[in-house]
């Protein structure tokens, strides 16, 4: 095995984490469907892929590098918001604590000499950085709004629209 058991143990904790943010995104992509935001609900069920990629990532690393996969229950996600800005804070505060154990990750991968790990990680340090800091955005924007969610919609449909192009 090119890891240590203990990076073996928190990589595994880490799919574990990817896993329940994927679902906790769900839960909001459908929580936001029932509040008809459907271009919401849509950008929510993207992150959710994306967190799910996340954990695949991470998960074909570890067998990658001779390591055991152990998977883990995945937590019941919090079902009922009462607005949309709930939901968007709460997909902030996930990403920051997602950022912070990614963050430790790569301070244990410096501590063993892990160079293997080390590099493996760089791609989710950027990739959260970039997270937090959409996350971000748009949780200022749905302040700015307001009760006017309509335009929080229109506003990401056309964020959307533009990554595809
Ligand atoms: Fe997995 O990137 Fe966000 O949390």
Same mark, same amino acid.
């Given at each position: 095995? +090119?890891?240590?058991?203990? +990076?073996?143990?928190?990589?595994?904790?880490?799919?574990? $984490?990817?896993?329940?943010?994927?679902?906790?995104?769900? $839960?909001?992509?459908?929580?936001?469907?029932? +509040?008809?935001?459907?271009?919401?609900?849509?950008?929510?069920?993207?992150?959710?892929?994306? %967190?799910? %990629?996340?954990? @695949?990532?991470?998960?074909?690393?570890?067998? #990658?590098?001779?390591?055991?996969?152990?998977?883990?229950?995945? $937590?019941?996600? &919090? &079902?009922?918001?009462?607005?949309?800005?709930?939901?968007?804070?709460? $997909?902030?505060?996930? %990403?920051?604590?997602?950022?912070?154990?990614?963050?430790?990750?790569?301070?244990?991968? #410096?501590? %063993?000499?892990?160079?293997?790990?080390?590099?493996?990680? /760089?791609?989710?340090?950027?990739?959260?950085? #970039? /997270?937090?800091?959409?996350?971000?955005?748009?949780?200022?924007?749905? &302040?700015?709004?307001?009760?006017?969610?309509?335009?929080?919609?229109? @506003?990401?449909?056309?964020? +959307?629209?533009?990554? &595809?192009?």
């Amino acid at each position: 095995m +090119m890891i240590s058991t203990t +990076m073996n143990a928190k990589l595994n904790d880490q799919i574990a $984490a990817e896993f329940a943010a994927a679902h906790a995104y769900l $839960a909001m992509s459908c929580a936001l469907d029932r +509040m008809a935001l459907k271009v919401l609900a849509q950008r929510f069920l993207k992150q959710h892929d994306e %967190e799910r %990629e996340h954990a @695949m990532k991470i998960l074909h690393y570890v067998q #990658e590098v001779g390591g055991t996969v152990t998977l883990d229950a995945v $937590a019941k996600p &919090k &079902k009922d918001y009462k607005n949309v800005e709930a939901i968007v804070s709460t $997909a902030l505060q996930n %990403e920051k604590d997602i950022t912070a154990k990614i963050n430790d990750l790569m301070t244990l991968a #410096e501590s %063993e000499k892990d160079y293997a790990t080390r590099s493996f990680l /760089e791609w989710f340090v950027d990739e959260q950085v #970039e /997270e937090v800091s959409s996350m971000t955005d748009l949780l200022n924007v749905v &302040k700015l709004a307001g009760d006017n969610v309509l335009q929080v919609e229109a @506003m990401v449909r056309h964020q +959307m629209l533009a990554e &595809k192009t």
